[in-house]
Structure formats: C-alpha cells, structure tokens
Antibody
C-alpha cells in the first residue's frame, strides 16, 4: 500500500537549520509530485509548494520563498524539506502529501507529520 | 489568493443525526474542492474531491455538494468514529488554500 513516512520530531534553536524527510513507498516515486503543507499549533493548513519528483524542480508558495528548500533523494524515494535560519514562527507540524492521481491537487496520501519546535 | 471560509468552527451532534459543514470560496473555483478528515494520531484522510466525488473507502454517509463558490459537506446518520477535524481545500488555482477547519464532536 502507498505510504509516506516522515522523520521524527525536531527541537531547534532560532537561527539553526532543520531537514525533514518523507520516504514514499508503494508506488513509483517519480510519477507523482510531492507537496508540503504547514500546520502551526492550533492553526489551519498552509500549502508550502511542491516538487516535481521527475525533474527535481521545486515550486514555492510566496510565503515560503527564501529559507525553504525542497529536494529529493530519488534513488531512495525520499523528498526533503530544509528550513534554514529558523524562527519561532516556524514552529509547526510539517506534512508531505501526494495527490490521489496524476494531475490532481487533492491529496489522498499524507505523511504522519513532523513537529518542528523552535525555541531558545 | 482564494480565501476559503469554513463554518461552523465547532459542531456537536449525536450518533444518528445529520450534520453539514459549509465552505465558501472568495471566487468561483468550479468544482475544484476537496474535503479532508483529521483524527488524532492518524494521517489526514481525503474524503471527497471534485466537490462531490467520494474517494475510495469513504463511507456513503458522507456527501459533498456545490460548485462555484458555495460547497457543503454533509454527514448523514453520524457514527461515533466521525469525530475529528474537517477541512476544505480549493485546488482551482495556486496557491492551494484550505478552510480554517471544523471540529466535530460526537455527543
């Protein structure tokens, strides 16, 4: 079955960097884009952007340009999210998600989420 | 950006009752709307896409309706396992945007 398994929780200080991984299984990794979604504590969902898993080209939503980097380890069917120069407002759970079929943006598959806590 | 206004933010109902959740888009999004359920400790679950198409595995007591700017998720004959958070999402244009969520509690 299709699974997205994310790396574990992170505790970081302001100014540090963090890298979150999302390992996919059960399908051909390069056939579907991988999206990233942020959920701050007690808040709703915010779409961060996506990465074309075939070409490696990332696309960022406006609020996530600059300190956020999507990358791939395609041989390991893994997508990564790196956040640099962490700020308190980056404290959130980050999800990777995959659409239910090619060309759609309705997400049938979600990772379990990775909690990133930024605190001095 | 397309703003998604979801209501109510909280809902409590008894098993067997029917409930509806509304989602209004700030512009027409045709039928590019999805509904999700989140339960504690579980991954997000896609319930409905294209406004009214049930995702495989979604019980038939769930239904979605609407197009353009106004959408509704209806759960008929509530089951105890239907508690959780519900979100709508538009995918008509980027950035993809979500509603603020509805917490459904079972009395």
């Amino acid at each position: 079955q299709i699974q997205l398994v994310q790396s574990g929780p992170e505790l970081k200080k302001p100014g540090e960097s963090v890298k979150i991984s999302c390992k996919a299984s059960g399908y051909t990794f390069t056939d579907y884009a991988m999206h990233w979604v942020k959920q701050a504590p007690g808040k709703g969902l915010k779409w961060m952007g996506w990465i074309n898993t075939y070409t490696g080209k990332p696309t960022y939503a406006d609020d996530f340009k600059g300190r956020f980097v999507f990358s791939l380890e395609a041989s390991a069917s893994t997508a990564n999210l790196q956040i640099s120069n962490l700020k308190n407002e980056d404290t959130a759970t980050y999800f990777c998600a995959r659409a239910f079929n090619y060309g759609s943006y309705a997400f049938a598959y979600w990772g379990q989420g990775t909690l990133v806590t930024v605190s001095s | 950006d397309v703003q998604m206004t979801q209501s109510p933010s909280y809902l409590a109902a008894s098993p067997g009752e029917s409930v509806s959740i509304s989602c209004k888009a700030s512009k027409s999004i045709s039928n590019y709307l999805a509904w999700y359920q989140q339960k504690p400790g579980e991954a997000y679950k896609l319930l409905i896409y294209s406004g009214s198409t049930l995702q495989s595995g979604t019980p038939s007591r769930f239904s979605g309706s609407g197009s353009g700017t106004d959408f509704t998720l209806t759960i008929r004959s509530l089951e105890p396992e239907d508690f959780g958070l519900y979100y709508c999402q538009q995918y008509y244009e980027k950035p993809l945007t979500f509603g603020s969520g509805t917490k459904l509690e079972i009395k």
